[in-house]
């Protein structure tokens, strides 16, 4: 299958009966919850919630069973992951374990590290946050300057990292390293490890963001001591592995719902005073929602068929993006409404958050510069 050809997927009659059970799930647990948490949507932290996720069995859907998973399809772990999204839930406390750290374990973690972690993933009881990016290193990820020293006995970890979501709430971390700094490319010389936060030498300081929320986080490591058990894969190969880890953080729904409650908002609102101008708006938003879910479930389609979906996810998080930050400025096109947290309105208060949410989207994950230059080498311009 060509990378730029988005086929069609019909879900199965096992995934649309799941849907079912979610939805009944979701209408029980967040009946009351108010719009303007659900504009969080996955970056809402709820440990408790996590962990009734993890009873019903919604968690670490496709792994094996011999590590706590359930062995279901990649398209009914999309129904999963599409009623959360559009109901606003907190997944947070487990979405990274569950998205790309449980993974990446499974395919470069030792069998040790699997037995250990992956089925307390799976029950909602243990928590990932990234290790990637530096100080200074911008985009330029291969640039890390965190170097992991061999021992007689494992390693010794130093440096800092930054934007580290939620590690304070986390139990592990995931981090990458420079094992070689002799290496002759930066892409060498790179190596995973398998982090627990709670390791002497470990010091975690909030960094508010715009609205003064604290979920991220600079880690500074100070001469960190880990067993090898901790490495993750081979020394040295952690550039391919972390390339492999960003391709299943590019490729979900969450890269065009982030602002789904927004729209939401903004349909109740146009129902008090319908018109043409609200209708034409409303209907082609709803359009782009539909184009970018079907190409986001071609995905899915991929990824069940075990193919490598690395290039389309970089093609629907770019478009998911632009699409996302578009939406706060049609609402303000729209209707005569001030964001204001303080305000009696929904709308109001859901726009006043993703205002000053929405710049993130097109960095978390990879800057729309990087997409578009790993969009631009799939077509051969680079």
């Known amino acids: 299958m060509n990378a730029f050809d988005f086929e069609s997927v019909t879900l199965p009659a096992s995934a649309e009966a799941l849907r079912g059970e979610v939805r009944e799930f979701l209408g029980r647990e967040l009946g009351n919850y108010p719009p303007r948490k659900r504009a969080e949507s996955w970056t809402g932290f709820d440990g408790a919630f996590s962990k009734k996720l993890g009873d ?19 398209l009914e772990r999309y129904v999963v992951i599409e009623e959360m999204l559009a109901a606003g839930a907190p ?26 972690v992956l089925p307390k993933i799976a029950a909602g009881d243990c928590f990932f946050c990234i290790g990637m990016s530096e100080p200074d290193s911008g985009s330029d990820l ?63 300081s909030p ?5 003064g929320q604290h979920h991220f986080n600079q880690v500074v490591f100070d001469d960190v001591e880990l067993p090898d058990t901790a490495l993750i894969g081979e020394a040295g190969e952690g550039w391919r592995q972390v390339m492999a880890e960003l391709a299943f953080e590019r490729a979900g729904p969450e890269r ?12 109740a609102e146009a129902t008090q005073d319908p018109g043409e101008r609200h209708a034409v708006a409303i ?31 970089s093609i629907v998080k770019d478009l998911g993006n632009s699409f996302e930050q578009a939406m706060t400025g049609t609402a303000y096109d729209q209707f005569d409404v001030e964001p204001s947290f ?32 790993i969009i631009a080498r799939g077509l051969g311009l680079r």
Not at 186 to 194: M, Y
Not at 289 to 295: E, F, I, P, Q, Y
Not at 306 to 313: F, H, I, N, T, V
Not at 357 to 372: D, K, Q, W, Y
């Open 56 to 74: 019903a069995g919604w968690i670490g859907l496709t792994w094996p069973k011999q590590y706590g998973g359930h062995e279901r399809s990649y």
């Open 91 to 116: 997944v947070a406390a487990h979405w990274i374990a569950d998205r790309q750290s449980g993974p990446t374990l499974l395919r470069f973690g030792t069998e040790e590290q699997r037995q250990r």
């Open 142 to 204: 291969a640039s890390i300057r965190s170097r992991a020293t061999r021992t007689d006995n494992g390693w010794l970890l130093s440096g800092t990292k930054v934007w580290t979501s939620n590690a304070h709430n986390c139990h592990y971390m995931i981090g990458l390293f420079r094992s070689d700094p002799k290496a002759e490319r930066k892409h060498d010389g790179i190596s995973q490890f398998l982090v627990p936060l709670d390791t002497p030498g470990i010091q975690i």
């Open 207 to 211: 960094i508010p963001d715009l609205i």
């Open 256 to 267: 065009y719902l982030s602002t789904y409650q927004l729209l939401v908002e903004m349909i």
């Open 283 to 313: 209907g082609r938003t709803v359009a782009h929602l539909a184009t970018l879910r079907r190409m986001s479930l071609s995905i899915a389609g991929q990824l069940q068929a075990g193919e490598d979906p690395a290039l389309a996810g």
């Open 342 to 373: 303080g305000s009696d309105g929904d709308l109001s208060q859901v726009l006043a958050f993703l205002t000053q949410v929405a710049p993130s989207f097109s960095l978390r994950g990879g800057t729309r510069e990087i997409l578009r230059g």
